[in-house]
């Protein structure tokens, strides 16, 4: 398991890095799961995006994050603006189902 936290400080909304897009391009193959997180998804590279198997957003405070979010998850914007602390909505990219849930700690 690798844990990218924070990933619009190291990428960009283009192209991944070489190395990044290595690693989100092929690590499945190799049996790495891949944790890419970032409090800013419009200033992160889709790459993570277009490889992932799930995708989860928890409350987002700027409108380009909620609309980059809702893109990827198939979701309403304001919806990602709107939620309680530790909720999330997500989307399974193999099934295309969207669901709703709390985190719990």
């Known amino acids: 398991m690798i844990v990218a936290d924070e ?3 190291v990428t ?6 070489p190395g ?3 690693l989100l391009a092929q690590g499945m193959e190799l049996g790495i799961s891949i944790m890419a997180i970032t409090q800013s998804p419009a200033e992160s590279d ?4 277009r490889n992932a198997s799930l995708i ?3 409350a987002l405070r700027l409108p380009t994050d909620r609309a ?3 893109r990827y998850i198939g979701c309403d914007a304001a919806d990602l603006g709107r939620m309680s602390p530790l909720h ?4 399974d990219m193999a099934t295309g189902a969207i669901s709703r849930g709390k985190l719990r700690v």
């Open 7 to 9: 990933t619009a400080g």
């Open 46 to 49: 889709k790459t993570a995006m």
């Open 68 to 70: 980059a979010m809702a």
């Open 88 to 91: 999330y909505i997500e989307r």
């Open 20 to 22: 990044w897009h290595r």
């Open 56 to 58: 989860r957003s928890y």
């Open 12 to 17: 960009h909304p283009g192209k991944a890095p």
